[in-house]
């Protein structure tokens, strides 16, 4: 195991090293930092002398080399538009990207994994089918659109009504769902709790919760119907396996046969997967929190691009290459505690 993780740590250097030197070495063309930084009316030779302050004249491996110094101590730059420290904007945006992509995931996992057991052990029932053929369609539509499609649907339905007004859950469910007679489309919600100093959490309000359930299922639905497909899939070959075949002969319940013998050899290339596209829903927030106004790192990476705001830009590529570097470290020490026979160093 520390031989896994000294590998796995010097493979994740390596790889943020090429991550920063392509993220640096793309500013330039994402525009001229003076520009953000003077004013119209600043001569060209007032100009002339801040670029040179500033080493934008350097050579590209001095101004490298003074990037990843900084780096190194935290320091990623000042943002032009918020005129504070890009890492400090991202800690403030952060929590709601995490927060969102954390509900995704255990709406992926929750629905994802009977769905898929039960169309491998029924193939042929009709509900199966119709699983299948939900998947395809969900695989097919863009994030985007299922996420105005939502906001369309649940904006219409509360306003109109289409849950019971009187009292019990349709009443219930009338005033869960609604902000001022509908329910909410954009933003992240007012009642937020302050969570280890300064993680404003929507997960301990009501409100919150609220604000979070259309977000939160349009990201999944790009993801929930690959899960639910490779689950069958995988799901599908296990149970021909011969170790199947030999327990359901020895007469164990088909529940354990199917949930604890079957399920557990499924899950390795699921986990796999599930890494990288963990690390791939944080990029795909971009999308949902555009259309939902959500005020993550998704939303505040594309306004940076707008403003050119080339430090926040530069630490936010930063950032996300270490949630995916560490996403997958994870993955491969789940491997040992899923299945103990994986050599995870790759030595017989």
């Known amino acids: ?56 004249n350097d050579p590209f491996l001095v101004q490298y080399w003074r ?27 952060l929590p709601a990207t995490l927060e969102l992509v954390i509900c995704a995931a255990l709406i992926i996992i929750l629905l994802s994994i009977p769905i898929g057991v039960y169309a491998a052990i029924k193939p042929r029932s009709p509900l199966s089918k119709a699983f299948m053929g939900v998947s395809i369609v969900g695989i097919s539509i863009p994030v985007f659109l299922t996420a105005i499609v939502l906001i369309q649907l649940f904006s219409i339905g509360v306003t109109v009504h289409w849950f019971p007004q009187e009292t019990g859950w349709g009443a219930w469910l009338n005033d869960f769902f609604s902000t001022d007679g509908g329910m909410p489309s954009y933003g992240r919600g007012e009642s937020l709790v302050h969570l280890f100093g300064s993680w404003d959490t929507n997960f301990l309000t009501l409100n919150g919760l609220n604000h979070l359930i259309l977000p939160a299922i349009s990201l999944a639905s790009i993801m929930l119907p690959l899960f639910i497909r490779l689950i069958r899939a995988e799901m599908l070959e296990v149970l021909q396996s011969d170790y199947i075949r030999f327990a359901r002969a020895k007469g164990l319940p088909m529940g354990r046969v199917y949930f604890l013998h079957a399920l557990k050899n499924t899950m390795l290339p699921v986990i796999t997967v599930g890494g990288v596209q963990i690390g791939t829903m944080v990029a795909y927030t971009i999308l949902t929190e555009t259309v939902f106004q959500w005020p993550g790192m998704g939303l505040m990476f594309l306004e940076a691009i707008t403003r050119s705001d080339i430090p926040l830009i530069v630490a936010y590529l930063m950032v996300v290459g270490v949630i995916f570097v560490v996403t997958n470290t994870l993955v491969d020490l789940i491997y040992g505690l899923v299945n103990p026979t994986v050599k995870l160093t790759g030595k017989k």
């Open 1 to 56: 195991m520390i031989a896994f993780l000294v590998q796995r740590i010097s493979h994740a250097l390596l790889v943020m090293f090429v991550i920063s030197l392509i993220s640096f070495a793309i500013q330039d063309s994402l525009g001229d930092p003076l520009r953000e930084m003077v004013g119209q009316s600043v001569s060209q030779e007032e100009r002339d002398a801040l670029r040179e302050e500033l080493g934008l």
């Open 67 to 93: 990037f990843a110094t900084h780096a190194l101590q935290g320091d990623l730059g000042d943002s032009y538009f918020y005129k504070e420290p890009a890492l400090s904007v991202i800690s403030q945006h």
